[in-house]
């Protein structure tokens, strides 16, 4: 029931851009921080991007720091990655959870609450 739901990935050239959104369903997104993850082929998971519940707050990996923004439009139930000059080291699976987004607390800002959307692959090549 409560479900978050990943969509705009695709192919795309190195230094292009994409703009990946998350919505949610069955719940009140405004009420929560939301994280933006990958999971590279063959690797873990790494958080990349977070924005606080009321926007005020947001945490990048160093990997994505400058190019990566997020940012949420709470009337539509929704956070986005606007992601520019991408990378082929940016190819991977992005997923978006709620989190804390906070790292002043126990898991630092990429510690989440269980709810995960289902993934939209992204694909850096020329």
């Known amino acids: 029931q409560l479900q978050l739901v990943e969509s705009g990935g695709g192919l795309v050239q190195p230094g292009g851009s994409l703009r990946l959104s998350c919505v949610a369903s069955?719940?009140?997104?405004?009420?929560?921080?939301i994280g933006w993850f990958r999971q590279a082929p063959g690797k873990g998971r790494e958080g990349v991007s977070c924005?606080?519940?009321?926007?005020?707050?947001?945490h990048h990996a160093a990997s994505v720091k400058g190019r990566f923004t997020i940012s949420r439009d709470d009337a539509k139930n929704t956070v986005y990655l606007q992601m520019s000059g991408l990378k082929p080291e940016d190819t991977a699976v992005y997923y978006c959870?709620?989190?804390?987004?906070?790292?002043?607390?126990?898991?630092?800002?990429?510690?989440?609450?269980?709810?995960w959307g289902q993934g939209t692959q992204v694909t850096v090549s020329s």
């Open positions: 069955g719940f009140t997104l405004d009420q929560y921080a």
């Open positions: 924005i606080s519940n009321d926007g005020t707050n947001t």
């Open positions: 959870a709620t989190v804390t987004c906070n790292r002043r607390v126990p898991g630092g800002p990429w510690a989440d609450f269980g709810i």
